[in-house]
């Protein structure tokens, strides 16, 4: 059971001990092993502008063919991005007090010039983030985010088109299939690729960054456990929920998280305890499994952690209302492409790259990140999907 539900974490935890072990006691001679690190990087790097495509648009026509519309629909997305929003501030305003990327300041800063200043223009910042000026520039692992604005829009017109487009929607689907099995397999190597990449990493910058690596992660911990006790009472207490009846339903979904390491495997156990707590028949069919899918708080404070260590490994410290703004922001789109594609493939990590302006293969430096803090993301992944619903109702009084 544990190697079921651990097992690729552990291969990957394990590639990781390995390269670092390779590079601590090859020093700079372990760069011989960038090579094998490349090229499983370049594998995942064609996979990803096809998954992308058929991820996004195949999950806006489900999300049609669910029948959760209007009202209910509506005020679901509006708490889940919300929830979203006050995860990302909360993590980041709790990563500039207690800050773990001291260390790191400035260790990529011969690799590329200021990411972001402090008198960013936002609007500028955005259009360029968001949007392209030709058709073939969205084939490109660097404009992540207009190719997720494209599939959006494509999806939504086949879901809107309902039959007439039924041989597109078909082809979506199929091809989403194709694309993850594609997937799977290449990522069946990421342990002896993101091994190499890390041996050669750490062969570069010494082995004091696995000390850095490991405060991020006690620093995700400490604010996963603040947002689990406190954020989700104080969600709860304004739902109407008594404190000891909600912490009774919330141990099911908790154990389920961590013994799982699934959003996924969480979703009928918080179906359950949302019907224990009152929630209604249509709410419960609706929004959870909406949510497992659009909305992940952990993904968002793990995403934080990613966004942050690139900035301050690039010397960029993110000060003032712009950069604070695109650093949410970008933390909780992160999120939702992650959960609107069933294998990661590096896509949430390659967002941060593109929208940031670093080299692709920086995804792998971030990767690590998310592995160790796949527990605590978790975690808050699935309860926050049984706080959801509370709100939902409390909003729509159905």
């Given at each position: 059971m ?6 690729t ?7 990781l001990?390995a390269g670092?072990i390779?590079g ?17 990087l370049n594998l ?5 502008v ?9 999950a806006?026509?489900v999300m ?6 209007g ?15 006050v ?9 500039s007090?207690?800050?773990?990327y ?10 590329v010039g ?6 960013l223009?936002?609007g500028?910042?955005?259009v360029s983030?968001?949007t392209?000026n ?10 992540l985010?207009p190719l997720i604005i494209?599939?959006?829009?494509f999806g939504m017109?086949?879901?809107?088109l ?10 979506l689907?199929e ?6 099995k594609?997937?799977d ?6 342990p ?7 041996a ?10 696995v ?20 954020l989700?009472s ?10 000891a009846?909600?912490?009774k ?6 154990v389920?998280?961590?013994?799982t390491?699934?959003?996924a ?19 419960v069919?609706?929004?959870?499994p909406?949510?497992?899918?659009l ?14 260590f690139?900035?301050y490994?690039?010397?960029s ?5 712009g950069p604070t703004v695109?650093?949410?922001?970008l933390?909780?789109?992160g999120?939702?492409?992650v959960g609107?594609?069933p294998?990661g ?9 593109a ?7 920086f ?5 690590i990140i998310?592995?160790?803090?796949d527990?605590p993301g ?9 706080v ?11």
């Amino acid at each position: 059971m544990i190697w079921k539900n651990y097992g690729t974490s552990i291969l990957l935890l394990l590639g990781l001990v390995a390269g670092g072990i390779l590079g601590v006691v090859l020093g700079e001679d372990a760069h011989v092993l960038q090579a094998p690190g490349t090229l499983f990087l370049n594998l995942v790097f064609v996979l990803v502008v096809p998954l992308v495509f058929f991820s996004v648009s195949n999950a806006i026509v489900v999300m049609r063919r669910s029948g959760v519309m209007g009202k209910v629909l509506g005020t679901a997305m509006g708490v889940f991005m919300v929830m979203s929003l006050v995860a990302g501030l909360f993590a980041f305003g709790f990563m500039s007090v207690w800050n773990p990327y001291k260390g790191v300041l400035g260790q990529g800063e011969n690799l590329v010039g200021e990411i972001m200043k402090p008198d960013l223009d936002l609007g500028d910042a955005l259009v360029s983030a968001f949007t392209v000026n030709d058709f073939a520039l969205l084939l490109s692992r660097e404009h992540l985010l207009p190719l997720i604005i494209f599939a959006l829009l494509f999806g939504m017109a086949v879901a809107l088109l309902g039959p007439k487009a039924a041989t597109i929607e078909r082809f979506l689907a199929e091809g989403e299939k194709v694309i993850i099995k594609m997937m799977d397999f290449v990522m069946r190597l990421a342990p002896i690729g993101i091994g190499c990449y890390f041996a050669d990493t750490i062969g570069t910058l010494g082995g004091q960054i696995v000390g850095n690596y490991l405060e991020i992660f006690v620093v995700v911990m400490v604010v996963t456990a603040l947002i689990y006790f406190i954020l989700h009472s104080v969600y709860a207490l304004f739902s109407g929920i008594p404190l000891a009846k909600f912490w009774k339903e919330m141990i099911a979904p908790s154990v389920t998280a961590v013994g799982t390491c699934s959003s996924a495997a969480c979703m009928p156990v918080n179906m359950t305890a949302a019907r224990n707590l009152g929630v209604s028949e249509k709410i419960v069919e609706g929004v959870i499994p909406l949510g497992t899918n659009l909305h992940k708080d952990g993904s968002v404070v793990t995403s934080t952690a990613k966004i942050l260590f690139a900035l301050y490994f690039f010397g960029s410290v993110p000060e003032g209302f712009g950069p604070t703004v695109m650093v949410v922001l970008l933390a909780v789109l992160g999120s939702i492409v992650v959960g609107a594609i069933p294998v990661g493939g590096m896509t949430g990590e390659l967002l941060i790259c593109a929208v940031l302006g670093l080299d692709p293969s920086f995804a792998a430096s971030l990767l690590i990140i998310g592995t160790i803090c796949d527990i605590p993301g978790t975690l808050l992944n699935a309860t926050g999907n049984l706080v959801a619903p509370l709100l939902v109702q409390r909003f729509t009084k159905e």
